[in-house]
């Protein structure tokens, strides 16, 4: 018992009613052992796996931001890349959750388009087999990563830096994989640092409310 105590304190994890003792970063984050140098890439293009469903709502609103309602989100698989640029290639092994698979179509297969006069963000989602919860249905933690996602650039694209302090959603319908879903967010209103948002995910073809949410961003500072 006493041994395993010992262990668990060297290995900086906490025993109940102690403090967690500080511990390096394990070697795996610091050197690069799974990545190599590659060139940035924008994911919110087409692919060869994007179904006909998900190419038609694209080229939609493709046409829609050719009048200046919309405008595409680029999207690269490391967060930092948005905030500050995009370098000619990856210097960090961190990566996007959403876009951390090396593999087009396997997981989160998604284009986002922003509304600035409407404050919407729209999301046009294709949940790949990787992302299954029940037998045939994508996972709800998958379902509530691309709401936080979408709710997220939302207010980001309004706001700027922000965090999400609070996701509430009601799953009303399973999202089979490979269907194509439509999450339109919006942010409601911004009292003060508090951004508050709302989300609905429809079927491709608006037939099915698959979840409503609503999501509580916190402005950060500069
Ligand atoms: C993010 C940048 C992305 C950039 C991408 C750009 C392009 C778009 C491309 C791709 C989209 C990707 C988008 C990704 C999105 C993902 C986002 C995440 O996953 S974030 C990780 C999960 N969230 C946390 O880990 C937060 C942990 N919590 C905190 O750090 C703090 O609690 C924080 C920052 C939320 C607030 O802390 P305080 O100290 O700054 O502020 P206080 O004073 O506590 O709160 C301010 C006000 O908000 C209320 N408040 C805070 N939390 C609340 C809550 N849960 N419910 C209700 N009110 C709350 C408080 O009552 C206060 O209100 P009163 O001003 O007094 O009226």
Request: charged residues 20%.
């Amino acid at each position: 018992m006493l041994r395993s105590c010992a262990r668990l304190i060297r290995r900086g994890i906490a025993l109940p009613g102690q403090p967690q003792s500080p511990r390096p970063l394990p070697c795996c984050y610091t050197t690069p052992r799974f990545y190599s140098p590659e060139v940035i890439r924008d994911y919110a293009m087409p692919n060869a796996t994007w179904s006909k469903n998900l190419q038609d709502l694209y080229n939609r609103y493709m046409e829609g931001s050719q009048s200046g309602a919309w405008e595409r989100i680029p999207s690269y698989n490391a967060t930092v890349h948005h905030i500050k640029g995009v370098p000619p290639s990856r210097t960090r092994e961190n990566r996007l959750f959403t876009r951390n698979l090396d593999q087009d179509g396997v997981g989160f297969e998604y284009s986002m388009f922003y509304n600035k006069a409407e404050r919407r963000m729209v999301c046009l989602f294709q949940p790949g087999p990787y992302l299954e919860g029940p037998p045939g249905f994508t996972h709800g933690g998958c379902i509530a990563t691309i709401i936080d996602s979408t709710t997220g650039a939302g207010a980001v694209y309004l706001c700027g830096s922000v965090m999400t302090a609070n996701l509430t959603i009601n799953y009303k319908n399973p999202i089979p994989l490979g269907h194509v879903v439509i999450i339109d967010s919006k942010v409601e209103r911004v009292e003060g640092r508090k951004v508050y948002t709302s989300c609905q995910i429809r079927s491709h073809d608006d037939a099915v409310l698959h979840t409503e949410a609503s999501a509580l961003f916190i402005k950060l500072g500069p």
